[in-house]
Nanobody, 126 residues
């Protein structure tokens, strides 16, 4: 089973994009979720995480003033709003999910997640 992430594309520096992540056939309300990204030639890096209800979020330090993670459990979708994009944000972005017993829990380490999207390419031109 796989998440479906979408919303990537080509944008000029300073622009914005909103990524979406859905989990077909499942209710996301029982999952803590997150976004990771992988730039060319680099490993997969944590971007943002969100608890089951959406009440708790956490960001990689360089991103916290520009990126916003959110979720709509009724629409069964998670989002990543990305503003003031720079060429350094160019990467494949992956959404991830894992079961979470605690409603307050969020996770920042890739290998703790069970389910992954196929990735969506974000390219920021200068």
């Amino acid at each position: 089973e796989q998440l479906v992430d979408s919303g990537g594309g080509l944008v000029k520096a300073g622009g914005s994009l909103r990524l979406s992540c859905a989990f077909p056939g499942r209710s996301i309300s029982t999952y803590a979720m997150g976004w990771f990204r992988q730039a060319p030639g680099k490993g997969r890096q944590f971007a943002a995480a969100i608890s089951r209800s959406g009440a708790y979020t956490f960001y990689a330090d360089p991103l916290k003033d520009r990126f916003t993670i959110s979720r709509d459990n009724f629409k069964n979708t998670m989002y990543l709003q990305m503003n003031s994009l720079t060429p350094e944000d160019t990467a494949v972005y992956y959404c991830a999910a894992r079961n979470a017993t605690l409603e307050t829990a969020y996770y920042t380490t890739a290998n703790t997640y069970y389910y992954w999207g196929q990735g969506t390419q974000v390219t920021v031109s200068s």
